[in-house]
Structure formats: structure tokens, C-alpha cells
């Protein structure tokens, strides 16, 4: 059994398991945590980096340089805005990678996926590499992947809740027709949320805040490590049917008095 590497756009990644910036109680403790997660890609919200004075302190200080920066539009509401926060992110040097997040609801920060999709549009004729954040609807990964995204990413649950895999037949069914790679991002709450989404046929997992805001970050985001890496290997290995009875695990033929 082989597995291949998680390959997005070309460009190929050794881990699985991609990891934010925000929450953390210090810079320190984030660098502490990505080096604990294997992570070698990392999400930054363009609003939280210092672009206009980069001799003051930032958090881009703190991110290791052999790890990929994956700028996102964390905070905007309008195709525009986010359109916009992109450009900005890849002038200031950051990448003309992006996750793409346009909020449709202040409240349960779903997506506004008319908008999302009409970002995707633009950004990619505009040369970016567009990574959506979006609802676990297989209509919407779909049209997502036919307006260029190079991956599509399906929350598990709001952003922040840790409620874990909310509708998993959806995460299957995205993963089954989509030929671009399945990120699930957003929801997950401990280790096992990680392996069951990588168990789904998930390419790979994004988090934040169940890393960042653990009591101990550096372990919490190294159990994440392990939980990927044994969810895509469950995967890969195929799990036994669900049945409803017992199946005895010592087979009675041939035993002594049969």
C-alpha cells in the first residue's frame, strides 16, 4: 500500500494537517505549536499582518522559513472586499496563493457562497491560486472547482464551534466527485474530529482554534500530527462494513467438536 503526497496546484507538501496564526497566547507558543504540528503549511489573515512597517514586530517573525504561507481573507463579507484583501496580501509579498473566505452571517460565519463563487472568478483570471473556504455542499464545491479553485475547502462544523464532522455523508460525497483536492477546514474540536475527516476521504485538515485554544497548544498540535497521519492511513487501509450483528473474530469451523 503507497500513498501519494498532498499536491495543491503543483506544489507538494509533506504534511497533511495545515495549521492558523490567530488566538495563540503569545507568538512563541505559535511557533512552538506549528514546529509540534509537522505542519509545513500555515494560514494568516492579510488584516492581522503589519504590511505598512515591517520593522515593527509581526507574526510572520515567529513562522518558520521553510513553512508555506497561505495568506486568507479572514473578515471580509463582500466578493469585493475579499477580492481586494487578496490583492493586498500578494503586493505586500505575501503569495499570490489565498484561502478565500467571503462571511455571508456575522453570527454562525457561514459563507456566502454566491459571492464566494463570483471571488473565485476573479481572482483566479487575476493569476491567484485560490483555495475556498465554503459550505459542506457538494453543489457548491462543484461549481467552486469549474470556476477554478485549486482545492475546495468544506467546513466541518462553524468556524471555532468544535462540534467535529457535522454532516459526514457530504464530506464523502465531495470528496467522491471532486477531482481537485478536499481540504475539510473549520470545526474540529479534538484529535479524533482530524482522524475522522482524514477517514472520510478529506486530502487533508485545516485548523486553528482547536490547536490554538487547547489548554496546552504545542501537545494539542501534536496529538492533531498523529490524528491526521492515523485517519489517512485508516483510510488508505479500508475499514470493514458496518454490520448489524456480531461476526466472531475466531472462525468456529474446524474447531475441536464441530
Known amino acids: ?122 481572482l483566479v483570471a487575476d493569476g491567484f491560486i485560490v483555495l475556498p473556504y465554503t459550505n459542506d455542499d457538494p453543489i457548491a464545491c462543484r461549481k467552486l472547482e469549474e470556476a477554478g479553485a485549486a482545492a475546495v475547502m468544506p467546513l466541518g462544523a462553524p468556524i471555532g464551534s468544535g462540534l467535529g464532522i457535522q454532516n459526514p455523508n457530504n464530506i464523502r460525497i465531495i470528496r467522491e466527485f471532486s477531482k481537485v483536492p478536499v481540504i475539510v477546514d473549520a470545526g474540529v474540536g479534538t484529535a479524533s474530529d482530524a482522524a475522522f475527516a482524514m477517514e472520510l476521504g478529506a486530502d487533508a485538515v485545516l485548523m486553528n482554534t482547536a490547536i490554538a485554544g487547547a489548554t496546552e497548544p504545542v501537545a494539542m498540535a501534536e496529538a492533531m500530527k498523529h490524528a491526521v497521519l492515523g485517519g489517512r492511513l485508516a483510510y488508505l487501509a479500508g475499514r470493514i462494513p458496518r454490520k448489524m450483528y456480531a461476526t466472531a473474530s475466531s472462525p468456529v469451523e474446524g474447531m475441536v467438536g464441530r
Open 1 to 122: 500500500m503507497t500513498d501519494t503526497p498532498l499536491t495543491i496546484a503543483g506544489r507538494t507538501f509533506r504534511s497533511r494537517l495545515i495549521v492558523g496564526t490567530g488566538k495563540y497566547p503569545s507568538f512563541q507558543v505559535m511557533a512552538a505549536a506549528h514546529a509540534a504540528s509537522g505542519a509545513d503549511m500555515v494560514t494568516v489573515a492579510v488584516r492581522r499582518v503589519n504590511i505598512s512597517d515591517r520593522t515593527q514586530e509581526s507574526l510572520l517573525d515567529y513562522i518558520a522559513q521553510d513553512i508555506f504561507l497561505l495568506p486568507n481573507t479572514a473578515g471580509c463579507y463582500t466578493a469585493d472586499e475579499a477580492v481586494r484583501t487578496a490583492r493586498l496580501g500578494r503586493e505586500a509579498g505575501l503569495s499570490n496563493w489565498v484561502k478565500l473566505e467571503v462571511i455571508g452571517d456575522e453570527r454562525t460565519l457561514f459563507p456566502d457562497n454566491e459571492a464566494l463563487i463570483a471571488a473565485t472568478r476573479t
